[in-house]
């Protein structure tokens, strides 16, 4: 295979070198990755940490979302109980859903991919440790703010789906709905963080050798992922947004009788709603691909069919959202399509589950922990597949919509592509993290009663639902045959209740964190790189990697990484670092210097909590002074990433060496850019989807747009701005105050044509609360206007550092990434000028 960078491979023959590393090597890399005494644990950005609040916490959501739905089961357990009012009722199945789906799911494998991705990668961590934090901790706040609003009667009512009109201020008057907007959303934004980070460290900080089909499949799993939630979850963020825009200011964009539509609510909300069931079950998916060959003792079947099955996943998964839909009257082939594709999805599942059966055949079975739990996961995850492709015929859909067959369904899925995967990687990862392993014993116990429990409360659900049970309903009547396969359900949710409580005390008697001090071991001989010895900064060498399965292909392995004779077996500079390889062979590129600890991203995360929290009450000058801090707590974070270091190369190992800074499309920070505009090109396009969709429906409350004349001079000026953008690069080389200016320069010209294109509208008449074209008009605007208020802010950051001197050539990486966000926002708003005209004609 052709090098992508000009690497020789053959420089890889140099590893392992003998003899021994020069004396105090390894304890200058334990005080560079010092562990944190007292308040420095709110200041950490190590994933061995970040890792573990973030599991911790999506566990602590789950158990928090498990006692309200036995809450429900207590109240259904009999027709006409009164354990819960209806009102409240509507309050703890709406947290329920929203608390498992939002602050459970997504955060759980999200966490685990932050936490186990270094060590499977071998790399020190991952580009942007303070990144993590940030999203860690602003997860964390923001959702233990919003499950506290159950108990002040100020939590959502509407379903986890929060459909309009029910949820339109006329409807929901108070701000429980507001709640929900403003704090998903929030969370939604936290989630992208880390889809950057997890897509960047993937791909750019494997250890050297480690190409794209060696790496291991939960990499696989986590980079499919994280690419799905930078494609869905955008629409999720524009719908909340939008709602919360109606509700605030009267913007007609889901109210029928002013040009909205309610059904746009339910297209923006399963684009992501939808594919989010498959972006939880991929990391999940690749947790099972890598303990069933463990547990096999035998090498996964069909590795390359198991990454193509992901990656088709991920791909037809967005073809699948209108399957929630085939009840709200679609044309025919509207549905015919999206039946077609929701069983379609069902194919690539099954060639991961026939994988897992084969691994198991042809291997060695043990029955351990992690093996009862892959055993129970694939039986259950296979029942709620063959209820799913029932669901996706349209004739039993029409049905069995919105009755308990599908709550049925939908934890099966769930649970058994979810739940149990997690459970199974508990035990099987625990003693990576642990001075002590988990009770094979207690284990047994753990999962006959969840195995046991979870069938009996969700098996009769299908009767229930067939029968005529619907949704979301708080009671029942007696004599319609519901009594007993409610009572049955009701026991078995406390039976699955019961294991998780055996599974915690398990969890207290012998779980012992353990970065930096040692740790339980290979307890289930697994063969991927995250069973090397580490400590805090992972590995003490980086290792060049020849196979899928290095420790089982080289039993020396371990001793030579841990005795330093690979990649970065010390310090090179005296900072953290962490090398950076090409995306497809994994070629060293070059050093990359990390951030350390710094209590910035947590100040940073409470205050923008502070801002989403405080809208939500309305107390709108602590909203503002708490975004003014928030900007404030990122720029102090973001001073001392582009930090200048005095070597220019440094060796990394057997006299090879990299360079300690790039720039452009090579540098880490240019990848994280892209995909940040990435995301805010699919909020955008979202927007001009529901554009389009509000004016193909409703073409009878549309105004005719501004004169064609006036789109000339907005493009000179949008055009003038994405120059001055471009400019300002090559200009760098005489003032770095020249660059910022030219950036100033960009903004304000964009600014300029924004503010045409706001007054050819506003002199036509449409104002936003006229009708729905008028409000998405005014959408866009107001998304361009955000996107140049930060590219103001990013030309005033410019300018700060070119006033200190931080501003020159060949450290540009601060103006490259500048560059790229105001040319894409002059893109944006020159875009939508003039689809706004074009899907302004009556």
């Known amino acids: 295979m052709r090098s992508e960078t000009g690497f020789d491979p053959a420089l890889y023959d140099r590893f392992p070198t003998k003899g021994r590393r020069p004396k105090g090597e390894e304890e200058e890399l334990r005080r560079i990755w010092c562990k944190p005494k007292g308040w420095e644990y709110l200041t950490v950005v190590n994933n061995n940490y970040i890792g573990i609040y973030y599991l911790g916490t999506a566990f602590l959501f789950f158990l928090m979302a498990g006692v309200l739905a036995l809450l429900m089961r207590a109240q259904l357990a009999a027709p006409m109980l009164e354990i819960l009012p209806q009102g409240v009722y509507n309050q703890v199945f709406t947290m329920h859903g929203t608390v498992m789906m939002f602050l459970f799911a997504v955060p759980a494998v999200e966490a685990a991919g932050v ?12 580009p942007f440790p303070r990144l993590s934090a940030y999203a860690f901790w602003a997860y964390a706040v923001g959702g233990l703010c919003f499950f506290a609003s159950i108990f002040v009667g100020l939590a959502p009512d509407g379903g986890w789906f929060m459909y309009p009109p029910l949820t339109s201020k006329a409807f929901s008057p108070g701000i429980n709905t507001d709640f929900w907007l403003l704090g998903i959303g929030f969370i939604e934004i936290s989630a992208i963080a880390g889809a950057i980070e997890i897509i960047v460290g993937v791909l750019r900080t494997r250890a050297p050798g480690m190409s794209l089909d060696k790496m291991p499949i939960f990499a696989w799993a986590m980079l499919v992922f994280a690419v799905m939630i930078v494609i869905a979850f955008p629409s999720i963020i524009l719908g909340t947004l939008l709602l919360e825009i109606e509700r605030a200011f009267n913007w007609p964009f889901f109210d029928a009788t002013r040009g909205g539509d309610p059904m746009l609510w339910q297209h923006l909300f399963w684009f992501f709603g939808h594919p989010e069931v498959y972006i939880i079950f991929l990391p999940a998916a690749g947790m099972m691909s890598m303990i069933v060959a463990t547990v096999a003792k035998a090498e996964l079947v069909g590795y390359r069919l198991i990454v193509l ?17 085939f009840t709200t009257g679609m044309p025919p082939m509207t549905t015919g399509f999206f039946s077609a594709a929701s069983m379609a999805v069902s194919v690539p599942a099954g060639i991961q589950v026939f994988s897992w059966i084969a691994t198991l055949a042809i291997g060695k079975r043990s029955f351990n922990a992690p093996g009862l739990f892959v055993l129970g996961s694939i039986v259950i995850f296979v029942t709620g597949g063959l209820t799913g492709v029932m669901v996706a015929m349209v004739p039993f859909d029409w049905q069995a919509h919105d009755s308990y067959f599908i709550v049925a369904h939908l934890h099966y899925v769930l649970i058994g592509g979810m739940v149990f995967p997690l459970f199974a990687a508990f035990y099987y990862w625990i003693p990576m993290v642990s001075r002590r392993a988990l009770s094979e014993r207690l284990a047994k116990w753990v999962f006959a009663l969840m195995f046991t429990g979870m069938n009996v409360a969700f098996l009769p659900m299908h009767l229930a639902g067939l029968q005529g049970m619907p949704r979301r309903v708080y009671t029942y009547l007696p004599g319609q045959g519901l009594e007993l396969p409610n009572l049955v359900s009701t026991i078995g949710a406390f039976m699955l209740a019961g294991g998780i409580l055996l599974f915690l005390v398990d969890l207290a008697r012998n779980f012992r964190l353990a970065p930096g001090e040692g740790n339980a071991g290979n307890v289930y001989d697994g063969a991927t790189l995250e069973w090397l010895p580490s400590e805090l900064y992972s590995t003490r060498s980086i290792p060049v990697i020849r196979s899928r399965e290095p420790l089982r292909d080289d039993p020396k392995l371990a001793g030579d990484v841990a005795a330093g004779r690979y990649f970065l077996p010390g310090s090179a500079t005296g900072l953290r670092e962490t090398l950076v390889t090409s995306p497809l062979l994994a070629e060293p590129q070059y050093l990359q210097i990390m951030p350390g600890p710094s209590a910035w991203p947590f100040a940073a995360a409470i205050f923008t909590a502070g801002f989403f929290l405080a809208l939500t009450v309305q107390a709108y000058m602590f909203a503002w002074v708490s975004a003014v801090l928030a900007i404030v707590c990122v720029l102090c974070w973001l001073w001392d990433t582009d930090r200048k270091v005095e070597q220019d190369e440094a060796d990394v190992g057997a006299g090879i060496m990299v360079p300690t800074y790039v720039t452009g499309p090579s540098s880490h920070g240019w990848w994280a850019m892209v995909i940040l505009l990435i995301v805010m090109a699919m909020i955008f396009i979202m927007a001009l989807f529901s554009l389009a969709f509000l004016w193909s429906n409703q073409p009878t409350f549309w105004a005719a747009p501004p004169p ?27 003032r770095g105050l020249l660059a910022a200016g030219l950036f100033l320069f960009s903004a304000l010209s964009a600014g300029a044509a924004l503010w045409l294109d706001w007054a050819g509208w506003s002199a036509t008449g449409l104002a936003p609360q006229a009708s729905g074209q008028g409000a998405v008009i005014y959408a866009l605007q107001a998304l361009e206007a955000c996107a140049l208020g930060i590219a103001l802010l990013m030309a005033g950051y410019c300018a700060a550092r070119a006033a200190c001197g931080l501003l020159t050539l060949p450290r540009s990486n601060t103006v490259d990434l500048t560059m790229l966000f105001l040319a894409y926002s002059a893109a944006q708003g020159l875009v939508g000028a003039l689809f706004g005209r074009a899907f302004g004609m009556p």
Do not use: N
Not at 708 to 728: D, Q
């Open 115 to 126: 936490l186990l991705l270094p060590q499977m990668l071998a790399a020190r961590d991952l």
């Open 309 to 325: 099955a992901m990656l088709a996943t991920g791909f037809i998964s967005f073809g699948v959202w209108a399957h929630h839909m």
């Open 708 to 734: 064609m004349s006036e789109v000339w001079t907005i493009c000179l000026l949008y055009g003038a701005a994405l120059l001055a953008a471009i400019m300002a690069r090559p200009l760098l080389r005489r």
